[in-house]
């Protein structure tokens, strides 16, 4: 069965710091895409950021990136320059090739002033 | 704007009484999904719609039910055989269930038991 596992329940991080979310992942497919969504208190579901996986090079939006290390089936969130609107929930999530999202258990990440 | 949009968003219902969650798309979408968040969790998939009229069950659909008979709706069905239905619970759509394309999610709606 193809699961995902997020290791850290909940995390905290000074405003301006950097913080990095931890995402493994289990599958036989080689060719899959990879997700990390943000739900902040609001509940609405928003995504951050995406990764093929045919790709080698890590994604970048603004001040997320990630590193995605195929072989060890990693795909860690670092964000940089943390702003107290990042206080959210984090799931990392994977698309199968069945077309199926699947969604790690998030982790709870506060940004404090 | 384009979106989707869940009303209602809090729903309460009575034991032995079904309720239906209503989930509209205006984004074009073929692909509409239903998931259920409980507290501290992920999301769980109930069941999935990749065109008008077919729908495949998710990984708990037991106790719920679903029609796609227009593409920009797909109303999710809570029956009495849902024995804890207590959850958070979001739609979302995608332009295909085979593509890399991202799922947009609605707003969700909390289901609550009298």
Not at chain 1, 88 to 102: S, T
Not at chain 2, 54 to 75: H, L, N, T, W
Not at chain 2, 80 to 108: E, I, M, V
């Amino acid at each position: 069965a193809q699961t995902v596992t997020q290791s850290q329940p909940e995390m905290s991080v000074q405003e301006a710091e950097t913080v990095t979310l931890s995402c493994t992942y289990d599958t036989s497919e080689n060719n899959y895409y990879l997700f990390w969504y943000k739900q902040p208190p609001s509940r609405q579901m928003i995504l951050v950021i995406r990764q093929e996986a045919y790709k080698q090079q890590n994604a970048t939006e603004n001040r997320f990136s990630v590193n995605f290390q195929k072989a060890a089936k990693s795909f860690s969130l670092k964000i940089s320059d943390s702003q107290l609107g990042d206080t959210a929930m984090y799931f990392c999530a994977f698309y199968n090739q069945g077309g199926k999202l699947i969604f790690g258990q998030g982790t709870e990440l506060s940004v404090k002033p | 704007d384009g979106g989707i949009t869940q009303s209602p968003k809090y729903l309460f219902r009575k034991e032995g009484q079904n309720v239906t969650l209503s989930c509209e798309q205006n984004l074009n979408h073929d692909a509409m999904y239903w998931y259920r968040q409980d507290p501290g969790q992920g999301l769980r998939l109930i069941y999935y719609s990749q065109i008008v009229n077919d729908f495949q069950k998710g990984d708990i659909a037991e106790g719920y039910s679903v029609s796609r008979e227009k593409k920009e709706s797909f109303p999710l069905t809570v029956t009495s055989a849902q024995k804890n239905p207590t959850a958070f619970y979001l739609c979302a759509s995608s332009w295909s269930s085979y593509s890399n394309q991202p799922q947009h999610f609605g707003d969700g709606t909390r289901l609550s038991i009298l």
